[in-house]
């Protein structure tokens, strides 16, 4: 009998490890950056603000089992107030506390029907890879992720790929660079360069 298994991280706690690296990058971006493009080919700064706010503030409501409502159209928070940057770190304390909740992670979540761990985890992937994206975008720097968001990403990308693949939310994997690290390799699972400038 195994008496130390494995400690599997929750996925409010891996939200509150990706959520310490991406306040810093969010709080960095210059005014002068938002129209900027961004290793996102499809979104530039401001617009890559503006998805992530709302993934942010929809995954709440799926931890909570809750309908949510990506709508046709982001809401442009950025033009709704000049103190956007502290309002998507409060919203991104709100994401850690509704996937901390007890029975967050149970059952199933979202129209789809999924599995709510894979559902936090694709809140936790956005937190991740479109907060490299805009330190990248930003000439600013991201450390990487830290060794348990990476796992649970990597695990993650590979149960999602085929049908993100299908539906375009995922590029078809970049080359990884020789002597990659997990989280480059990671990043070259969604698609993207890691070395993207």
């Known amino acids: 009998m195994d008496t130390n298994p494995v400690k599997t991280n929750g996925i409010g706690e891996l939200l509150g490890m990706a959520r310490e690296r991406a306040v810093p990058v969010v709080r960095g971006i210059p005014d002068a950056a938002l129209a900027a493009p ?3 080919a499809e979104y530039d700064v401001r617009a890559l603000v503006n998805h992530l706010f709302q993934v942010i503030v929809q995954f709440q409501r799926l931890a909570a089992k809750e309908a949510s409502d990506f709508g046709d159209t ?3 928070r950025v033009a709704e ?6 309002r998507l770190a409060g919203e991104a304390d709100r994401l850690v506390a509704a996937w901390s ?3 967050a992670e149970e059952g199933t979540t979202g129209a789809m029907d999924m599995p709510a761990r894979l559902v936090g985890s694709m809140a ?3 937190l991740t890879v479109h907060v490299w994206d ?3 975008a930003t000439g600013q720097e991201y ?7 990476v796992a649970e990403l990597t695990g993650a990308v ?3 790929a085929p049908t993100a693949r299908k539906m375009g939310v995922f590029g078809e994997p970049a080359p990884e660079p020789e002597g990659a690290s997990a989280f480059e390799r990671l990043i070259a699972l969604t698609g993207r360069d890691p070395y993207w400038r």
């Open 38 to 40: 961004t290793p996102c």
């Open 74 to 76: 982001t809401p442009d």
């Open 81 to 86: 107030s000049p103190e956007w940057r502290e």
């Open 101 to 103: 909740a007890p029975g």
């Open 124 to 126: 936790l992937l956005d």
């Open 134 to 136: 805009l330190a990248r």
């Open 143 to 149: 450390p990487g992720a830290d060794e348990a968001v």
């Open 158 to 160: 590979d149960q999602l």
